[in-house]
Structure formats: structure tokens, C-alpha cells
């Protein structure tokens, strides 16, 4: 493996199970928690990029709650104040894939950050409460320069929080789009394909391809 001074993280899909919200949902929607999860998480990235793309940003936080509404709607079910406010509390308590924290204590010999679309007003709280704090050196929020991933400024905004060379970072995420993004940029990159999906087609493949996050542990 190349050698590697910081290995920068995504948060939603890759360290974070964003369908562990799926138990809320159904919960207010029985029968129905599924297809709103998948809905909900759909949305919340295409929003993302159609904002971006319209010159119409506004924060994660506020992205991820039209999705929740938008996916509500579409399956036919009714979205209280009560609920809302509840739904969007799960996404501060996210829980973390069962290999994640064995992971992160085993990567000693790198600088380890986490690089999101999230808000830190998400992020922080989401860490904090999955007591994962003491595992990064930074936590870097698009929103810090209100460009979304995966444009190019964003990465690049990263690399100069981390203040390396983009060849000294390894960037990790379970999101086609942002492994080619990042690739694109010119990270190294780890594609973690929870989903066993085929690479994007954007001639941009990823330098390693993992089904979890223990694949990581060989950059040490």
C-alpha cells in the first residue's frame, strides 16, 4: 500500500448506519419504515447535489429535513411536528457499523478525520453521543465552506484543513459518487461497497475496494 499521513473519513453510509433510523420510522409508520428510509436517504443526496448545482446551498441539517418531508409524502403517510422533530433526533444517534470502533483503534500510525456533507450541528452530536470523539484529529464539515461534495473545492478545502498533500490522504467512504469525486480530485481512495454495487462509470474507478472498513487496517 501507498504510504499514507491521514486517512479522511465520510460519515453517513460509511462509518454511520443511516438506515438505523428505519426502527423510528416504523414505529410511525408501521409497514412502511423501509421504503421511507431508502426514500429519505435518496432525496437527502439528491437535494444535495441539485442545490449545489443551483447555486442554492443551505445546510445538511435543512437538506436531510425537505428529504424526510418529500419521503413522507410520497409514500402516502402524514409527517406530525412531533415526528419530525423525533425522526430528525435518530440522525444525532445514527448507530456506527459493528466493525467501526475495532477499526479506528487499530489505525495508529495515521491521522484520522472525518469529511462530510454534514452539518456540524449533526456531526458533532452524532460523535459525541457514539463516544467516538477521541478518534479524530478534526472533524470537517462541507458546510464550513458551503461547497457540497463532490465538488472539487470541497476536497480540496479538506486537504488544507489537514494540511497535507492530496497524495498523502487515503479517502474512505461507502458512496460511489464520493469515491469518484475523490478520486476525481486526485485522493487516494477506499471504496467501502457495503452493497456489493458495480463501480460508477465515470472512469474514475477506486484505487481499493472493500465489503467493510477492516480492508483499511492493510494501510498501516
Known sequence: ????????????????DVQSVTAKLEGFYPG????????????????????????????????TKDALCYAVEKHGETLR????????????????????????????????????NGSHNMLNPLIENNR?????????SVDEIKQYKPTVASYAYATNQLGLKK???LFVSSNGW????????????A???????????????????YPDLRGIIKWT
Request: aromatic residues 12%.
Open 178 to 189: 464520493d469515491i469518484s469525486g475523490a478520486k476525481n480530485y486526485g485522493f487516494n481512495t
Open 32 to 63: 412502511n419504515g423501509a421504503n421511507i428510509s431508502e426514500t429519505w436517504r435518496e432525496k437527502q443526496i439528491e437535494y444535495s447535489f441539485l442545490r449545489q448545482l443551483m447555486g442554492n446551498y443551505i445546510s445538511f441539517f435543512e437538506v
Open 132 to 140: 467516538m470523539e477521541k478518534s479524530f484529529s478534526k472533524i470537517i
Open 81 to 116: 411536528d412531533h415526528q419530525e422533530k423525533s425522526l430528525l433526533q435518530t440522525y444525532l444517534h445514527l448507530s456506527p457499523y459493528p466493525e467501526v470502533k475495532g477499526v479506528l483503534s487499530q489505525l495508529t500510525e495515521q491521522k484520522l478525520a472525518i469529511f462530510s
Open 167 to 169: 497524495e498523502e490522504i
Open 1 to 16: 500500500m501507498r504510504t499514507v499521513k491521514a486517512i479522511l473519513f465520510d460519515a453517513y453510509g460509511t462509518l454511520f
Open 191 to 209: 471504496w467501502i461497497n457495503r452493497k456489493n454495487l458495480p463501480v460508477e462509470k465515470l472512469n474514475l474507478p477506486p484505487d481499493t475496494i
